[in-house]
């Protein structure tokens, strides 16, 4: 894919065929048969092997993520806002407010 | 929420029932505070973005057809309440409708430093977090829309093209434009241990 240095005995567009096809790939939802050219591929390529395994780990992290909590403050200014204030409670995780922060 | 449940909840919403809005807004906000804090990257707009959704969605209840759920349709809401304000925002540098063109020079891989050997502690740290939630916030907002709900949301691709008036084809390549470009900026930042402002 593109590698800087790195030798491998076929051309790197033969890597970037295989480019449109990763986050199919790593989702799971790639053709039978590209699925099969990609392995093929990448037990020759060690760097198409390392971006097919970053990309995973990568969306992984992310989905490991903590999830931003909204802080209760915020929720009682939206009911105020839609007039809904006679409906609104604190939750009572929110106590422990999310330390997350923006993002 | 079963397709049966969500009817009787459009009804009551449709009719005016005030108990209706405020399940309305307690089952979703937290959802779509959480999106607008992704696309935003401040409490702030995030805030204004959250009561901006659930005010249009208010005023536009009574048009639902239900040809996607209620969550759906509050997603799509919010990411065009997000996507037009960072559209006023910064109306040089950001461009909302980007082109869907290809640029292969963008996408070609240039960093192969395999992290994943990395200790797990290593990869979770909250410096990392940090980097990671940066990154995502640097995305241009029409590749960060698709990734947030489809990455991170966990919304379905079907769902997340729904939500953003896409089609199918438009979501798979920008969430790969996405994913390629996040994948080399943690590449980076690993294989250097942080990463120099030069490189922002």
């Not at chain 2, 409490?43 to 204004?48: F, L, V």
């Not at chain 2, 996408?107 to 502690?121: G, H, K, V």
């Not at chain 2, 438009?170 to 402002?197: D, Q």
Request: with cysteine.
């Amino acid at each position: 894919m593109g590698a800087t240095g790195h030798s491998h005995d076929h051309d790197q567009h033969d890597c970037r065929r295989y480019l449109d096809g990763l986050s199919d790939y790593v989702d799971g939802t790639l053709g039978e048969e590209l699925c099969r050219e990609l392995e093929a591929h990448m037990a020759e390529c060690e760097n198409c092997r390392v971006v097919v395994n970053t990309l995973t780990k990568t969306i992984t992290l992310y989905h490991q993520l903590p999830s931003p909590v909204m802080p209760d403050t915020v929720k009682e200014r939206l009911y105020t806002v839609l007039d809904l204030k006679p409906f609104y409670h604190p939750a009572a995780s929110d106590a422990q407010a999310d330390t997350d922060q923006p993002g | 929420m079963d397709t049966s449940d969500e009817a009787v909840l459009v009804a009551r919403l449709q009719a005016g029932d005030q108990a209706a809005y405020a399940q309305l807004v307690e089952e979703h906000a937290g959802r779509i505070y959480r999106l607008a804090l992704r696309m935003m990257g401040n409490e702030a707009d995030a805030e204004d973005v959250l009561q901006e959704t659930f005010l249009s969605a208010f005023k536009s209840i009574d048009t639902f057809q239900a040809r996607s759920s209620l969550s759906t349709w509050l997603y799509r809401i919010a990411s065009n309440v997000a996507l037009m304000r960072l559209r006023r925002n910064e109306p040089v540098q950001v461009s909302v409708d980007e082109p869907l063109e290809r640029d292969d020079g963008e996408l070609i891989p240039r960093q192969f430093f395999d992290f994943c050997c990395l200790p797990e502690e290593e990869l979770v740290r909250d410096e990392v977090r940090q980097e990671m939630k940066r990154a995502v916030e640097e995305l241009p907002p029409s590749l960060r829309s698709v990734f947030v709900l489809r990455d991170i949301e966990e919304l379905s691709t079907s769902e997340t093209a729904d939500a953003l008036d896409l089609s199918i084809s438009a979501v798979k390549s920008r969430l790969m434009r996405a994913r390629l470009k996040l994948r080399e900026r943690l590449s980076l930042y690993f294989s250097h241990g942080s990463i120099s402002t030069e490189t922002r």
